[in-house]
C-alpha cells in the first residue's frame, strides 16, 4: 500500500472540510492535495501522464466532493433558479441536467456549475470554485420570491473512462448504465442512498455518484473499489490533459468573474429566446451587440513537452505583449504542447502566429487552432 501523503506539510485547520471520502484517499495514496471550495481537494495518486493513460485506457474514480451543491427549493424554485443563468431551464425536464453559467449584472459569470432538476421546484448546482451559496442567498434576499437555498449533504464521485459503463451496470444494473448523456436517476446502493449522472469532467465516458448521507463514504468508496477490480480501476486527481484535449474550461483559471461568455466561447449557454429575464440580460445583449475586444483560443506551443504551468505566462504578438496562457500542458496522445491564450480578438484567427514566454526567459513559438483539440462532436463521452 503507498504511503499515504505527509498532511504535516500543509497548514491546514477545521474551517478547511474534509470529505466523506478523505480517509480512503488517505488509504489509497493520495499525493498532493490542494484546497477548492473550502474543501482540501486530492488531485494525484500517481504522475499526470500515468493516470491520464489509466483514464483513457481504463476507468478511474476521482472524488469531486468539492464540487459542492446549492439546493434550491420552495414554491418559487423554478422561477429563482431560471433567473441565475442565461439557460432557459423551461428546456430541462426532471431527471436532466444541464452544464450553465451563473451570471453577475454585469454578464460575468460567477460560477460554471453543472445544474440537476431533482423536481418541477427542485435544483442542485454542482458548483465549481466560488461562493455561489452567498451570491444565490443574497439575490434572494430582495427577490421577493419563496424559496430555500442550503448546502445539502451531497458528496459526488466520479466514474470516467471506457470501462465506465459496465462498471455501472455491474452496481446499479444494466439500465443505469445506459442513461443519456446529462440524464440522472436516483437510486441506491446497498442501502446507500445516492443519484447516478451521466456527467463527468473528463471527455470520457463517465458517471458521477452523488452521495446523499456524508456517514456512508467510506462504505461507497470501498463498494465501488471493489466492484471495480474486475476493470482495473484506480483512483486518480483531475486529469487537466483529458480535460484540455476535450476543451473543457476550469473557473478561476481559464474563466473568471471578469469573463463573459462571448471571450471565452460559451455563447451557447445563452438562449437567446428565453421568455424569462435572468440577471446579466442586458449586458449580455450590449456585449454581444458591441463584440468583444478578447477571446480566449487554443494554442500548440513549439518544442519540447512542457510542465503544466502554475502561472499565467505572457504571450506576444508582433513582438509586442497581448495576452497571457490561462492553462498549457503537454499531450502524450497529439503529442504536442497545448493549452488556451487570452488575446485580443485581432490575434484570435487561426493560424495566428504567437509567442510564449515560459519560466526562466525561454521563447516558443505557438499558433492559434481550433479547439477542442480532440472530439468536437463529443461522440467520446455521448457514446
Known amino acids: 500500500m503507498p504511503t499515504p501523503f505527509d498532511m504535516t506539510l500543509i497548514q491546514r485547520g477545521a474551517r478547511l472540510r474534509r470529505s466523506p471520502f478523505f ?69 430541462c425536464a426532471v431527471g436532466q441536467g444541464k452544464y450553465v453559467v451563473i451570471t453577475a449584472e454585469d454578464g460575468g ?67 443505469a448504465s445506459q442513461l443519456a448523456y446529462y440524464h440522472f436517476i436516483e437510486t441506491e446502493l446497498d442501502g446507500i442512498p445516492v443519484v447516478l449522472t451521466r456527467t463527468g469532467w473528463t471527455g470520457e465516458v463517465g458517471f458521477e455518484i452523488y452521495l446523499r448521507d456524508g456517514s456512508k463514504g467510506d462504505d461507497l468508496w470501498e463498494r465501488v473499489m471493489a466492484a471495480g477490480k474486475a476493470y482495473q480501476l484506480r483512483p486518480t486527481g483531475p486529469s487537466d490533459i483529458r480535460r484540455i484535449e ?20 460559451l455563447e451557447r449557454l445563452v438562449d437567446e429566446p428565453k421568455g424569462s429575464d435572468f440577471i446579466g440580460r442586458e449586458a449580455l445583449r450590449h456585449i454581444k451587440a458591441a463584440g468583444v475586444t478578447r477571446k480566449l483560443v487554443g494554442v500548440e506551443i513549439e518544442g519540447p513537452a512542457i510542465e503544466f504551468n502554475a502561472t499565467q505566462w505572457p504571450v506576444r504578438a508582433g513582438g509586442h505583449a497581448v495576452g497571457h496562457i490561462t492553462s498549457a500542458l503537454y499531450s502524450p496522445r497529439l503529442k504536442q504542447n497545448i493549452g488556451y491564450a487570452f488575446v485580443p480578438t485581432t490575434s484570435a484567427h487561426l493560424g495566428t502566429r504567437l509567442t510564449v514566454l515560459l519560466p526562466g526567459g525561454t521563447e516558443r513559438g505557438a499558433t492559434v487552432v481550433q479547439r477542442p483539440f480532440l472530439d468536437p462532436g463529443k461522440a467520446i463521452p455521448k457514446g
Open 109 to 175: 459569470i460567477i460560477n460554471d456549475p453543472v445544474l440537476l432538476r431533482l423536481g418541477e421546484n427542485h435544483f442542485w448546482l454542482a458548483l465549481a470554485d466560488s461562493d455561489v451559496l452567498l451570491w444565490a442567498r443574497g439575490v434572494a434576499l430582495k427577490s421577493g420570491l419563496q424559496v430555500t437555498i442550503t448546502e445539502p449533504d451531497v458528496s459526488p464521485l466520479q466514474v470516467q473512462g471506457p470501462k465506465a459503463k459496465p462498471l455501472v451496470a455491474d452496481l446499479f444494473g444494466e439500465n
Open 23 to 91: 480517509e480512503a484517499t488517505q488509504r489509497h495514496g493520495a499525493r498532493a492535495y490542494t484546497v477548492y471550495n473550502h474543501m482540501l481537494f486530492p488531485i494525484g495518486f500517481a504522475d499526470m501522464e500515468e493516470e491520464f493513460w489509466h483514464l483513457v485506457n481504463h476507468v478511474t474514480l476521482w472524488d469531486v466532493s468539492v464540487e459542492r451543491q446549492v439546493e434550491i427549493t420552495g414554491p418559487d424554485a423554478f422561477a429563482f433558479t431560471n433567473m441565475l443563468t442565461p439557460r432557459d431551464l423551461g428546456r
Open 246 to 265: 476535450a476543451g473543457i474550461l476550469n473557473w478561476g483559471t481559464d474563466i473568471t468573474l471578469e469573463n463573459n461568455v462571448y471571450q471565452v466561447g
